[in-house]
């Protein structure tokens, strides 16, 4: 029996390799795989000695041969195989130990040229690891060094026997998933950004983590990164708290992108995929406070995210407050201490928004594939529609609220005073509920507040509500056969209206 070994990421090499040995395999390597398995005292075959041709071209060519493949792919049940290895001199293989080239770190590396970008491209490594998961009823893959101890405690015990075709087709299957990961990431790298979603879309995620369930408990549920993203909620470092839940992943995305898109101290609040909550100001603590004065009854076990580092002050004024998760970018020492005493509060370190270029959301029978909602909103480029002009602090707010919008899920309402939210309506089938529900949860201090809406008033309706309530401007994108009946409720009741000509949705 041999085993063919070939591998970048040597972790637990050795020690696997003394398994097979046990087992009665030959070894045979590759460059630095062989060098590390001599080094420690394991007598190993060249696989040019197995060629007869030495490595060329830098070690590009060394494998992409018949007497490896051939070796490989034999299918030992055929006696016309069986007779065409012999008669070209070609030995079985019966176990392939091999993981790729480190495309992605190497791609993840600052001013990294495209010359070691495309040296990192493996090609021999894949086509071996394709070779023996397509031959697995014969061959034994393996590609993950969290396999080596199972599957080499298995050989070592009772031979290739021992290892069932079940556990074949499983190897198998995390092979391909190998390759297939990896040429992901390398025709995402070599993609040129266009407008257009490519003809097909290679995703290759990475598993970062199983929570116990999905939305559900009935549901399974899995945690992936996406290639080459070292940033966003996936790849946060998690500092305190109990494990991570589906949802939690979920609703601190939501938290951290939300206040991730504004200036100076911005907080918010999430619930239920919503901002309930989200303030800026110079001061964070009072960010803070007045996020949570948005809807204080829905933050209680929310998520809370922050766009700079938590202060100790911050820590403290958030006491009482049952919080899931807190997301930052960074946490000052007496902020953690703080933190640290909520025994359930999931604490969350975050660099990055890894926005990403394409959101993918998943249908019956395929997938729904978008760009990032990244257009610029530029205030100055809005057009006034109503007889009186917002104000100063009308215009500020206005463009406060209007961002917020992006986070808030269809239809969405926001009302906002003072850069901070004080009411908001979402996910109503109509719009005028949505701008009921904000008017509601602010109450007394929706007078004076302004109102964004995701999309445009296709009735007046939305505007008198908003008016009732003591709402004195409105920013929304205009453009429904309505927009003139619109725009004469909203001078008949007083208020400034500016058309920002672009849509919001977020279903």
């Given amino acids: ?70 070796g490989i792919l034999g299918r030992r049940s055929l006696e016309s195989h069986r007779r065409q290895m012999a008669e070209n001199g070609i030995e079985p293989i019966d176990v392939v130990v091999c993981n790729l080239y480190p495309f992605t770190e190497t791609i993840g590396r600052p001013g990294v040229s495209l010359d070691d970008a495309l040296e990192n491209i493996d090609i021999g490594g894949p086509a071996m690891v394709r070779a023996a998961a397509k031959n697995f009823q014969d061959v034994v893959v393996v590609v993950d060094p969290g396999d080596y101890d199972r599957v080499g405690k298995m050989l070592a015990g009772g031979g290739m026997a021992a290892v069932t075709i079940e556990e074949r087709r499983r190897l198998a299957a995390r092979a391909f998933q190998h390759v297939a990961v990896y040429d992901s990431v390398v025709a995402g790298y070599l993609s040129i950004p266009d407008r257009a979603p490519p003809p097909e879309l290679p995703i290759g995620w990475r598993l970062v983590t199983r929570p116990r369930y999905g939305e559900n408990p009935h549901q399974v549920a899995g945690i992936y990164a996406t290639p080459a993203e070292a940033g966003g909620i996936v790849n946060a470092v998690q500092l305190h708290g109990i494990e991570m839940s589906y949802l939690n992943y979920f609703d601190a995305d939501g938290a951290w992108m939300a206040a991730s898109a504004f200036p100076r101290h911005a907080v918010a609040i999430v619930k239920h995929a919503n901002p309930c909550g989200l303030a800026v100001h110079d001061d964070q603590v009072e960010a803070y406070r007045r996020a949570l004065s948005g809807d204080p009854v829905s933050a209680f076990g929310g998520i809370v995210g922050f766009n700079s580092d938590v202060t100790a002050a911050t820590a403290e004024a958030m006491k009482g407050v049952l919080y899931d998760v807190v997301v930052a970018p960074g946490y000052d020492p007496g902020a953690l201490e703080t933190l640290k005493s909520r025994r359930r509060t999931r604490v969350l370190k975050v660099a990055g928004a890894a926005e990403g270029r394409w959101h993918v959301r998943t249908v019956s029978g395929g997938a729904l594939v978008q760009g990032p909602d990244s257009a610029a909103d530029d205030p100055a480029s809005w057009k006034v529609a109503t007889k009186r002009k917002p104000t ?38 109509n719009r005028v509920t949505s701008v009921f529900l904000a008017a509601r949860v602010a109450g007394d201090r929706a007078k004076g507040s302004v109102m964004a809406s995701d999309a445009f008033f296709t009735f007046p309706d939305g505007i008198e509500r908003a008016a009732e309530a003591g709402v004195t401007a409105v920013a929304q994108p205009g453009g429904s056969v309505k927009d003139e009946e619109v725009i004469a409720v909203a001078n008949r009741l007083g208020l400034a209206m500016v058309f920002t000509g672009t849509r919001h949705f977020l279903h």
């Fill in 1 to 70: 029996m041999r085993a063919l070994l070939s591998v970048y990421d040597k972790q637990g090499l050795v020690e696997f390799a003394r398994l097979l040995v046990s087992a009665g395999f030959e070894l045979v390597g590759t460059g630095g795989t062989h060098r590390d398995l001599t080094a420690a005292g394991l007598k190993v075959t060249q696989v040019a000695d197995v060629t007869g041709a030495p490595e060329i071209l830098d070690g590009r060519v060394k494998t992409l041969h018949p007497r490896i493949h051939g």
């Fill in 392 to 429: 100063d602090r009308e215009m500020s707010d206005l463009a406060f609220a209007w961002r917020v919008c992006r986070f808030v899920h269809s239809n969405a309402i926001v009302l906002a005073r003072d850069n901070a939210i004080v009411g908001m309506g979402a996910g109503q089938p």
